[in-house]
């Protein structure tokens, strides 16, 4: 069983940044891999980013890749989503997610997510 608690969202104006933290709990945890996904109101919940737990390789959507960095520290069981260049299109509620499957783009292949966190981006 994973456990997983985002924080760090909020209002920020276009260009600004955000930096996003997932903190996982659980015993197995080394051995998920983890994801950020996004859901806009009346969208679907949508693919951000993606890290291995074993040598940091990461994955990007084309929407965010060059604004967005995911990154991990290993030993406090966190993950973290840095938001640069953010734009109004950016805004949804972003959420942590855990898969045994490195690099998938499918939510379904994700077993444990958060409870997600807001981020509204004004022009």
């Known amino acids: 069983q994973v456990q997983l608690v985002e924080s760090g969202g909020g209002l920020v104006q276009a260009g600004g940044s955000l930096r996003l933290s997932c903190a996982a709990s659980?015993?197995?945890?080394?051995?998920?891999?983890m994801g950020w996904f996004r859901q806009a109101p009346g969208k679907e919940r949508e693919f951000v980013s993606a890290?291995?737990?074993?040598?940091?390789?990461?994955y990007y959507a084309d929407s965010v890749k060059g604004r967005f960095t995911i990154s991990r520290d290993n030993a406090k069981k966190m993950v973290y989503l840095q938001m640069n260049s953010l734009k109004p299109e950016d805004t949804a509620v972003y959420y942590c997610a855990a898969t045994r499957v490195f690099g998938s783009t499918v939510e379904t292949t994700y077993t444990y997510w958060g409870q997600g966190t807001q981020v509204t981006v004004s022009s």
């Open positions: 659980g015993r197995t945890f080394s051995s998920y891999a």
């Open positions: 890290i291995s737990w074993s040598i940091g390789s990461t």
